[in-house]
Each structure stands twice: as C-alpha cells, then as structure tokens.
C-alpha cells in the first residue's frame, strides 16, 4: 500500500474525529444560547480575526493583531450584553472603536509602519469575524421566535443550508465537471458545482421549514419567498468561500491556520457563514411569515 492512501485515511479519520466532538458541542452552545453562544462566537471569532491577519501580515499588511483579536472577540459578548439590556451601546461606539484604531495606529506604527494599512486591515478583520458572526446570536433570539426550540430552529436554518450549498456543490462539481467558475480565484469550483449548490440548498430549505421551522418555530415562507431565500443563502455561501480563497491567493498562503485538525483553521470552515448569517437575518424579516398557533 502506497504512503498516499494512508495519509488521506488518517486525514479523513481527523477530520471524522474532530465533527464527532465538535459539532455536538456546538450544536449545545446554540441550543442554551445566551452567554454560552456569545462566549462560543467570541472565541471564535477571535480565532477567525486572528487568522485574518496571519493571511494579510503574510500579503504585507501590518495589522494591530492583538488589538483586532481583542475587538472582535468583544462584538458578540457587546451584543449580548447590549441583549440582556446590561449596557446600552450608542450607535455612535463604531465610530470612537474606528478612531481609536486610526490612534493607535498612528502610535504603534507610525510613518514607516504602514499606519493605513494597519488601521483598514485591523478594522476589516475585527468587523468580518467578529461583527458577522454576532449574527448568529442575534438569529438565536429573532424577532418572530419564542422559546428556545423556536430560536435554535430559526438559527440552525441558515447554517444546515450552509452545508447543503457546500455538499451540492462539491457533488455536483464532481460529477458534471465543465467550464470553470472563477479560475484565477479558485480553480476547482465549477458552474455545475454553482448550480449543484443552489439546487440542493432550495431541496433542503423546502425540507427544513416543513419540517422544523413550521412545527418548531411557527413560522414559514411564501413558495417564491422559499426559492428567494435559498438562491440568496447559496450564492452567500459560495461568495463567502471565494471571498477567503481570494484573501488566501493574493497572501500566497494555502491554509487559514491548523486550529482543526482535517480541517485547517476556522476561517477555511467558517468562511461561509460570515456572508450566510448577515444575509439571513435581512431576509428573514423581509420573506418570513408567521404562522397563527
């Protein structure tokens, strides 16, 4: 037996291992939400920004790294507090956050230190990690859903669609092949792969409001509003993978980072989500209807 076979077994057995452990805690996080998911996103989100400017600092960047990890890490725990009404953050706190980087930057880097660069790169990682993933929590206590069964459907929905896009994709590429979507960005995905994705995300959305957001959470979709949501979840997830294959290419770094071991760093797995969770949110005021108890 080759030495080939049996390092993709021992990397398929990683990554097996790792989503036995992992997805079940995570799925507990979701469910209790509260601190629990909030401390969940933080942690994960500074792991992400983190990651972020490894990728940047290696394209040149000189990102304030411990100053963004810390920023991202305290958005979500902000919107949870701001939730359980423990502080009320003004709307202007984006601002003083934004002037205190420029500060700080100035400070630590100064002329010859790239303080533009510093201060946009450090800004972007803290509010693409930190600032999108807060959207999970905010998903977790919708508007429209009362009670924990209710807010952990609602919250799930976007991500199993997630999943969903991921996993037609990757089939559908496989198996039809074709023309090349974006070669210069990431040249295994395909528009077979594209479509694949949208066709299965649209399939399971269809399964999982019949399913679980109507019993569960009272709530359901109108038949377009249903293909809406599922074209718009697919095409988020797609351009949240392309958008880190992008960041990765111009860098010339392969992986994020080795956080999961099978499954590179958080933002090689979470990459999706941080264009999928923003975007649900929008559309769930906007296509979900209440269903009468």
Do not use: N
Not at 188 to 211: D, E, M, N, P, R
Not at 214 to 233: D, E, R
Request: aromatic content about 10%; hydrophobic content about 55%; overall charge positive.
């Amino acid at each position: 037996m080759s030495e080939k076979p049996a390092g993709q077994s021992s990397e398929l057995t990683k990554r097996v291992l790792v989503a036995l452990v992992a997805a079940p805690f995570a799925l507990w996080m979701f469910w209790l939400g509260g601190a629990a998911l909030a401390t969940l996103l933080g942690v994960v989100s500074a792991i992400s920004a983190w990651e972020l400017y490894r990728i940047a600092k290696s394209g040149g960047s000189t990102p304030l790294v411990e100053v963004g990890v810390v920023i991202a890490a305290l958005i979500p725990i902000a919107v949870h507090a701001q939730f359980l009404r423990i502080v009320q953050i003004p709307h202007v706190a984006g601002v003083f956050v934004m002037l205190l980087v420029i500060a700080l930057s100035i400070w630590m880097r100064g002329v010859t230190g790239k303080p533009l660069s510093a201060a946009a790169t450090t800004l972007f990682g803290a509010a693409f990690t930190g600032g999108t993933l807060s959207y999970a929590y905010v998903l977790r206590y919708f508007g429209y859903a009362v009670g924990d069964a209710a807010g952990f459907t609602v919250v799930m929905m976007p991500v199993v669609l997630t999943w969903a896009s991921d996993s037609g994709a990757y089939f559908a590429g496989r198996a039809f092949k074709g023309p090349k979507l974006i070669p210069s960005v990431s040249p295994a995905k395909t528009i077979s792969g594209a479509v694949g994705g949208i066709v299965l995300t649209v399939i399971a959305c269809l399964v999982l409001t019949q399913y679980g957001l109507k019993p569960h959470a009272h709530l359901a979709f109108k038949p377009l509003g249903l293909v809406t949501f599922s074209v718009c979840i697919s095409v988020a997830a797609q351009l949240g993978d392309l958008a880190e294959s992008l960041f990765k290419r111009e860098a010339g770094v392969k992986d994020s980072g080795t956080l999961l071991p099978g499954h590179g760093g958080a933002l090689d797995r979470f990459d999706s989500l941080f264009f999928v969770l923003p975007v649900s949110y929008a559309l769930y005021w906007w296509l979900l209807i209440p269903i009468p108890t």
